[in-house]
Nanobody, 124 residues
Framework: QVQVTESGGDLVQAGGSLSLSCTVS????????VGWFRQAPGKERTFVAS????????YYADSVKGRFTISRDNSNKTLWLRMNSLKPEDTADYFC?????????????????WGQGTQVIVFS
């Protein structure tokens, strides 16, 4: 049984930092790109960041570039998202997703295993 579990969501003041983690079990991890998406209240889910299977390349939405950092640990099947300089507009449910190939991008169809999400609320 595939399990993708996010954690680390919290209530944080604007300008603060937060780290999200995602653990995976029941499927292969190290041969696949992985990513983070988010869904703000009343809006569609959007791409945040992704990282290739070996960690050599990462990609970010323009809205988080320079503030967020994605990383992975293949030996422990874990994915992280470090979020700095948080803004109220970063408020959303954050989802971890495992890709269908070694390199993944911004489209949801490129991913086939998803977590249930973890909530981040940024207040000013």
């Amino acid at each position: 049984q595939v399990q993708v579990t996010e954690s680390g969501g919290d209530l944080v003041q604007a300008g603060g930092s937060l780290s999200l983690s995602c653990t995976v079990s029941g499927r292969a991890f190290s041969d696949f790109g992985v990513g983070w998406f988010r869904q703000a209240p009343g809006k569609e889910r959007t791409f945040v960041a992704s990282i290739d299977w070996n960690g050599d390349n990462s990609y970010y939405a323009d809205s988080v570039k320079g503030r967020f950092t994605i990383s992975r640990d293949n030996s422990n099947k874990t994915l992280w998202l470090r979020m700095n300089s948080l803004k109220p507009e970063d408020t959303a449910d954050y989802f971890c997703a495992i890709g269908r190939s070694r390199r993944v991008g911004v489209r949801e169809y490129e991913y086939d295993s998803w977590g249930q999400g973890t909530q981040v609320i940024v207040f000013s």
